[in-house]
Each structure stands twice: as structure tokens, then as C-alpha cells.
């Protein structure tokens, strides 16, 4: 079975400090996608960042950085430079190329960002 | 930007009522899914659609129904609703192309009490 797991339901961080978020998955497949996405309070979820499995290169977009060890089947977060508009929930997935088109949901864990 | 709406952000219903949740997507994504999130749960997928008049089961379809006449709208539907169907219903849409293949698009959900 395709699973996801985020070890960790709740972290907290200090303004302007840096976090990781740690995710492990399991899939037999070598072609494949993995995402982290961001559910503040009350509203919409919404896409941080993707990786490509074939990818070496970790993917980065602004503040958010992943570090992708595919061996390990390992996918962490970074925030550097953390904001108080971080503070959300946050779900690591991944989806399989050529698969059922299903993405495959972590339980999520709560982010904390005390000022 | 892709937008998907949902038909209510909270609806209170009776048991044994007939409840439709609606979903509209406007970036002509092929797919498009229905979730419940349940703290502790995270996200478990209900049902999706690949095409229009097409759909499959997702983890937990017991007790749902799904509608997609129209290749922009997916329709959840609970025939009785029950108080353990009291939820956050969550809707998105992807498709299997492009650059941004796979990464599902949410609407804002719909926070349903069935008393």
C-alpha cells in the first residue's frame, strides 16, 4: 500500500526562526510527485511547493525549501525565515505517474509561529 | 489563477435529509475529487471523477453518491445524511497534463452539521 506519514502532528517555531517538517512515504514506484500544502486557519489549502521524482535538484520557492532523498523515500519542508502568516496545517502528498490519479495524503500536522 | 467554488461554506442539515454539495471549477481540469477532513484524519477522498459522467470510488464511499454531468461541476451527494457524516467536505480539481500536472486546486470547503 501507497502511505504517507508525518511523524510529527504539531511543531512550533519562533518568528524569523527556520523548521523543518519532516515526511516519509512508501511506494514501489519510481516515477512519482510529492507536494507539501498549507491549510491556515478557516482557510482555502493551498499548493507550497512540488518535487519530481527524477529530479535531483530540491525544489525551492522563496522561503520554502525541500530536501528530497529519494533512497530514504524521505521529503522534508524547510521555512526559513519564519512568518506568523505560516501558521497553518500542513499535508505532504504524492501521486504516482500513470497511476489512478490520486493523491496520497499525510495526516497533516499543526504549525505554530510564536512572535 | 484557477478558482474552485463551493456551493456553501457551512449548511446545517437533519438526519435522514437529502444533502447536494456542489463544486465548479473554471480551469477545464479533467479531474476532480471529493474529500471529507476530520481532525486526527486528515483528508480521505470519497469519491472521484476522471471525466465528465465518470467517477470512482474513493476510500470511504459509503453513504455518498457523486454527480458530473458537466465537465466543470461535481456534485456530492449524501441520500440520508446522518450525524456521522457531520464533516468538512473539501473539493478540487487537476489535471494529468501540463506543467502543473497532478497538483490539485481546493475550494474553500464546506463545513456540514447534521443534527
Known amino acids: 500500500a501507497q502511505t504517507v506519514t508525518q511523524s510529527q502532528p504539531e511543531m512550533s517555531v519562533q518568528e524569523a526562526e527556520t523548521v523543518t517538517l519532516s515526511c516519509t512515504y512508501d511506494t514501489s514506484e519510481s516515477d512519482y510527485y510529492l507536494f507539501w500544502y498549507k491549510q491556515p486557519p478557516s482557510r482555502q489549502m493551498i499548493l507550497v511547493i512540488r518535487q519530481e521524482a527524477y529530479k535531483q535538484q530540491n525544489a525551492t520557492e522563496n522561503r520554502f525549501s525541500v530536501n528530497f532523498q529519494k533512497a530514504a523515500k524521505s521529503f522534508s519542508l524547510k521555512i526559513s525565515d519564519s512568518q506568523l502568516g505560516d501558521a497553518a496545517m500542513y499535508f505532504c502528498a504524492f501521486i504516482t505517474q500513470g497511476g489512478s490519479e490520486k493523491l496520497v495524503f499525510g495526516k497533516g500536522m499543526k504549525l505554530t509561529v510564536n512572535p | 489563477d484557477v478558482k474552485v467554488t463551493q456551493s456553501s461554506r457551512y449548511l446545517v442539515k437533519r438526519t435522514g435529509e437529502k444533502v447536494f454539495l456542489e463544486c465548479v471549477q473554471d480551469m477545464d481540469h479533467e479531474n476532480m475529487f471529493w474529500y471529507r477532513q476530520d481532525p486526527g484524519l486528515g483528508l480521505r477522498l470519497i469519491y472521484f471523477?476522471?471525466?465528465?459522467?465518470?467517477?470512482e470510488k474513493g476510500d470511504i464511499p459509503e453513504g455518498y453518491s457523486v454527480s458530473r454531468e458537466k465537465k466543470e461541476r461535481f456534485s456530492l451527494i449524501l441520500e440520508s445524511a446522518s450525524t456521522n457524516q457531520t464533516s468538512m467536505y473539501l473539493c478540487?480539481?487537476?489535471?494529468?497534463?501540463?506543467?502543473?500536472?497532478?497538483?490539485?486546486?481546493f475550494g474553500p470547503g464546506t463545513r456540514l452539521t447534521v443534527t
Open positions: 471523477s476522471y471525466d465528465v459522467k465518470m467517477k
Open positions: 478540487a480539481s487537476s489535471s494529468p497534463r501540463g506543467v502543473r500536472a497532478y497538483e490539485q486546486y
